[in-house]
């Protein structure tokens, strides 16, 4: 079992910034791609950001030169730093993780951070 604990979340006004971390442990073999999703009461959950264990990236359109994504391989984080704050950011982000052991895929989620982005 893999235990994925968020932190960083909170208010902040349009414009600001803030950083999100989440930390995997416990049986940590074969974590590779790590990520970060969102979800508002208006909205399915989507994919925000990921990141694979060799730096390679994706974002989401609405996201993309607002938001980055990096993680520490050794300490088994990843980051999320957030600029440019938009009102409509607001929403719960989950962190999670996938592992892959014997060919097959295990995801693993976080509890969820709460991000508010109003003035």
């Known amino acids: 079992q893999v235990q994925v604990v968020e932190s960083g979340g909170g208010l902040v006004q349009p414009g600001g910034s803030l950083r999100l971390s989440c930390a995997a442990s416990g049986n940590i073999a074969g974590i590779n791609v790590m990520g970060w999703y969102r979800q508002s009461p208006e909205k399915q959950r989507e994919v925000v950001a990921e990141i694979g264990r060799d730096g390679t990236t994706n974002y989401a359109d609405s996201v993309k030169d607002r938001f980055t994504i990096s993680r520490d391989n050794a300490k088994n984080t990843v980051y999320l730093q957030m600029n440019s704050l938009k009102p409509e950011d607001t929403a719960v982000y989950y962190c999670?993780?996938?592992?892959?052991?014997?060919?097959?895929?295990?995801?693993?989620w976080g509890q969820g951070t709460q991000v508010t982005v109003s003035s």
């Open positions: 999670n993780v996938k592992a892959t052991r014997w060919r097959i895929d295990y995801y693993y």
